[in-house]
Protein backbone atom coordinates (compact mmCIF):
# COMPACT_ATOMS: atom_id res chain seq x y z
CA UNK A 1 0.00 0.00 0.00
CA UNK A 2 2.99 2.31 0.91
CA UNK A 3 6.11 2.72 -1.25
CA UNK A 4 7.24 5.95 -0.62
CA UNK A 5 10.47 6.98 0.24
CA UNK A 6 11.57 10.55 2.59
CA UNK A 7 14.81 11.17 3.19
CA UNK A 8 13.58 12.25 6.78
CA UNK A 9 12.86 9.21 7.67
CA UNK A 10 14.37 7.55 10.33
CA UNK A 11 13.54 4.07 10.62
CA UNK A 12 14.05 2.60 14.29
CA UNK A 13 11.41 -0.43 14.34
CA UNK A 14 11.58 -3.15 11.61
CA UNK A 15 8.76 -3.14 8.80
CA UNK A 16 6.71 -6.17 9.84
CA UNK A 17 6.44 -9.00 6.46
CA UNK A 18 4.84 -12.06 6.42
CA UNK A 19 7.11 -14.96 6.33
CA UNK A 20 6.94 -16.55 3.14
CA UNK A 21 4.66 -19.87 2.79
CA UNK A 22 2.66 -18.92 5.99
CA UNK A 23 -0.79 -18.25 5.88
CA UNK A 24 0.16 -14.63 6.55
CA UNK A 25 1.91 -14.48 3.20
CA UNK A 26 -1.13 -16.01 1.50
CA UNK A 27 -3.49 -13.16 3.41
CA UNK A 28 -1.19 -10.45 2.59
CA UNK A 29 -1.17 -11.59 -0.99
CA UNK A 30 -5.02 -11.40 -0.88
CA UNK A 31 -5.06 -8.04 0.87
CA UNK A 32 -2.71 -6.68 -1.49
CA UNK A 33 -4.78 -7.60 -4.58
CA UNK A 34 -7.93 -6.02 -3.05
CA UNK A 35 -6.63 -3.17 -2.01
CA UNK A 36 -5.88 -3.11 -5.89
CA UNK A 37 -9.32 -2.67 -6.16
CA UNK A 38 -9.61 0.95 -5.06
CA UNK A 39 -12.38 -0.03 -2.35
CA UNK A 40 -11.52 -0.23 0.84
CA UNK A 41 -14.36 -0.75 2.32
CA UNK A 42 -14.44 -4.30 0.49
CA UNK A 43 -10.57 -4.74 1.56
CA UNK A 44 -11.35 -4.90 5.20
CA UNK A 45 -13.82 -7.93 4.75
CA UNK A 46 -12.98 -11.54 5.74
CA UNK A 47 -11.94 -13.72 2.44
CA UNK A 48 -14.55 -16.45 2.19
CA UNK A 49 -13.54 -19.27 4.06
CA UNK A 50 -10.36 -17.83 6.29
CA UNK A 51 -10.13 -17.47 10.10
CA UNK A 52 -11.23 -14.27 11.20
CA UNK A 53 -8.27 -14.49 14.15
CA UNK A 54 -5.33 -14.68 11.02
CA UNK A 55 -7.11 -12.22 9.12
CA UNK A 56 -6.80 -10.33 12.17
CA UNK A 57 -3.59 -10.69 13.08
CA UNK A 58 -2.05 -9.84 9.04
CA UNK A 59 -3.80 -6.96 8.85
CA UNK A 60 -2.75 -5.80 12.51
CA UNK A 61 0.67 -5.95 11.47
CA UNK A 62 -0.07 -3.86 8.34
CA UNK A 63 -1.27 -1.59 10.22
CA UNK A 64 1.74 -1.38 12.59
CA UNK A 65 3.71 -1.17 9.72
CA UNK A 66 1.81 1.92 8.07
CA UNK A 67 2.04 3.52 11.24
CA UNK A 68 5.57 2.84 11.69
CA UNK A 69 6.55 4.40 8.28
CA UNK A 70 4.52 7.63 8.18
CA UNK A 71 5.44 8.40 12.24
CA UNK A 72 8.62 7.85 10.66
CA UNK A 73 8.44 10.73 7.99
CA UNK A 74 7.59 13.17 10.74
CA UNK A 75 9.64 12.37 13.66
CA UNK A 76 12.10 15.61 13.27
CA UNK A 77 9.40 17.34 13.71
CA UNK A 78 7.57 15.58 16.68
CA UNK A 79 10.04 16.38 19.62
CA UNK A 80 10.04 16.70 23.07
CA UNK A 81 10.64 20.38 22.90
CA UNK A 82 7.58 20.52 20.13
CA UNK A 83 5.58 17.89 21.52
CA UNK A 84 5.71 18.05 25.38
CA UNK A 85 2.64 16.04 25.82
CA UNK A 86 1.52 12.81 24.04
CA UNK A 87 -1.69 14.67 23.08
CA UNK A 88 -4.52 15.07 20.62
CA UNK A 89 -5.44 18.35 20.45
CA UNK A 90 -6.10 20.59 23.58
CA UNK A 91 -8.78 18.13 24.89
CA UNK A 92 -6.99 14.52 25.08
CA UNK A 93 -4.14 13.84 26.30
CA UNK A 94 -2.50 10.16 27.04
CA UNK A 95 -0.42 8.75 29.55
CA UNK A 96 1.62 5.15 28.93
CA UNK A 97 0.81 2.18 30.85
CA UNK A 98 1.88 -1.70 30.70
CA UNK A 99 2.72 -4.60 32.84
CA UNK A 100 6.16 -4.29 32.94
CA UNK A 101 8.25 -1.03 33.28
CA UNK A 102 5.23 1.75 33.23
CA UNK A 103 2.46 -0.10 35.75
CA UNK A 104 1.01 3.32 36.61
CA UNK A 105 -0.14 5.71 33.97
CA UNK A 106 2.72 7.86 33.39
CA UNK A 107 2.88 11.01 31.38
CA UNK A 108 5.13 11.11 28.74
CA UNK A 109 6.33 13.87 25.80
CA UNK A 110 5.24 12.74 22.40
CA UNK A 111 8.09 10.80 20.73
CA UNK A 112 8.88 8.93 24.13
CA UNK A 113 5.61 7.91 23.95
CA UNK A 114 5.20 6.54 20.34
CA UNK A 115 8.56 4.97 20.50
CA UNK A 116 7.49 2.91 24.18
CA UNK A 117 4.49 2.26 22.22
CA UNK A 118 5.55 1.17 19.17
CA UNK A 119 8.30 -1.17 21.19
CA UNK A 120 5.84 -2.31 22.67
CA UNK A 121 3.39 -3.14 20.05
CA UNK A 122 6.80 -5.27 18.26
CA UNK A 123 7.13 -7.49 20.88
CA UNK A 124 3.35 -8.04 21.18
CA UNK A 125 3.79 -9.34 17.36
CA UNK A 126 6.62 -11.02 17.79
CA UNK A 127 5.29 -13.19 20.32
CA UNK A 128 4.60 -16.43 18.71
CA UNK A 129 2.15 -17.63 21.21
CA UNK A 130 0.28 -14.63 20.63
CA UNK A 131 0.30 -13.98 16.97
CA UNK A 132 0.98 -17.75 15.88
CA UNK A 133 2.26 -17.68 12.01
CA UNK A 134 2.28 -21.48 11.57
CA UNK A 135 -0.96 -22.75 9.91
CA UNK A 136 -2.79 -24.93 12.06
CA UNK A 137 -1.07 -23.37 15.35
CA UNK A 138 -4.42 -22.04 17.49
CA UNK A 139 -4.34 -18.47 18.51
CA UNK A 140 -4.92 -17.55 22.54
CA UNK A 141 -7.87 -16.98 24.25
CA UNK A 142 -6.77 -13.82 24.72
CA UNK A 143 -6.07 -12.46 21.22
CA UNK A 144 -8.96 -10.17 21.03
CA UNK A 145 -8.45 -8.57 23.74
CA UNK A 146 -4.46 -7.74 22.81
CA UNK A 147 -5.48 -6.82 19.28
CA UNK A 148 -8.17 -4.35 20.67
CA UNK A 149 -5.61 -2.85 22.66
CA UNK A 150 -2.86 -2.70 19.71
CA UNK A 151 -4.96 -0.89 17.62
CA UNK A 152 -6.83 1.50 20.28
CA UNK A 153 -2.82 2.43 20.98
CA UNK A 154 -1.90 2.69 17.50
CA UNK A 155 -5.26 4.98 17.11
CA UNK A 156 -3.13 7.46 19.45
CA UNK A 157 -0.67 7.67 16.50
CA UNK A 158 -2.50 8.63 13.88
CA UNK A 159 -4.81 11.11 15.84
CA UNK A 160 -1.34 12.87 17.29
CA UNK A 161 -0.15 13.11 13.66
CA UNK A 162 -3.33 14.62 12.38
CA UNK A 163 -3.74 16.87 15.51
CA UNK A 164 0.09 18.33 15.66
CA UNK A 165 1.93 17.07 12.08
CA UNK A 166 -0.95 17.53 9.09
CA UNK A 167 0.89 20.55 8.19
CA UNK A 168 4.05 18.67 7.73
CA UNK A 169 2.34 16.29 5.93
CA UNK A 170 0.63 18.50 3.47
CA UNK A 171 4.52 19.83 3.19
CA UNK A 172 5.70 16.39 2.21
CA UNK A 173 3.11 16.13 0.13
CA UNK A 174 2.25 12.56 2.31
CA UNK A 175 -1.48 13.44 3.22
CA UNK A 176 -3.30 11.48 0.64
CA UNK A 177 -1.01 8.60 2.10
CA UNK A 178 -1.86 9.07 5.77
CA UNK A 179 -5.46 9.74 4.86
CA UNK A 180 -5.62 6.51 2.95
CA UNK A 181 -3.94 4.35 5.65
CA UNK A 182 -6.19 6.09 8.37
CA UNK A 183 -9.72 4.98 6.15
CA UNK A 184 -8.93 2.25 6.08
CA UNK A 185 -7.69 1.57 9.43
CA UNK A 186 -11.11 3.05 10.70
CA UNK A 187 -13.12 0.53 8.10
CA UNK A 188 -11.23 -2.45 9.29
CA UNK A 189 -11.94 -1.55 13.13
CA UNK A 190 -15.60 -0.85 12.33
CA UNK A 191 -15.77 -4.12 10.36
CA UNK A 192 -14.75 -6.18 13.60
CA UNK A 193 -15.42 -3.97 16.49
CA UNK A 194 -12.02 -3.34 17.43
CA UNK A 195 -12.19 0.26 19.01
CA UNK A 196 -14.91 1.64 21.67
CA UNK A 197 -16.87 4.59 20.10
CA UNK A 198 -15.20 6.53 22.70
CA UNK A 199 -11.92 5.63 21.44
CA UNK A 200 -12.86 7.84 17.90
CA UNK A 201 -13.34 11.16 20.42
CA UNK A 202 -10.73 12.64 19.21
CA UNK A 203 -11.02 12.11 15.34
CA UNK A 204 -15.01 11.89 15.96
CA UNK A 205 -15.70 14.54 13.14
CA UNK A 206 -13.06 13.05 10.66
CA UNK A 207 -14.01 9.48 10.95
CA UNK A 208 -17.98 10.24 10.63
CA UNK A 209 -16.78 11.59 7.19
CA UNK A 210 -15.26 8.87 6.10
CA UNK A 211 -17.95 6.37 6.91
Known amino acids: MFGFNNSTAAKTFRI ?36 VNEWIAMNTMDFYTQINMLYGTITEFCTEK ?25 KMNAPDYINTLLEWAQEKLDNKRLFPTEIGVEFPREFRKIVQQVFRRLFRIYAHIYC ?30 LLDGKEYAPMEDLVESMI
Request: hydrophobic content about 30%; proline content about 5%; overall charge negative.
Open 16 to 51: RKPETGTKHYQLRQYAEATLGSGSLMEAVKLPKGED
Open 82 to 106: SCPQMNAGPNFEYYWQDEKVYVKPT
Open 164 to 193: SHFHVMVALELESYLNTSFKHFVFFCKEFD
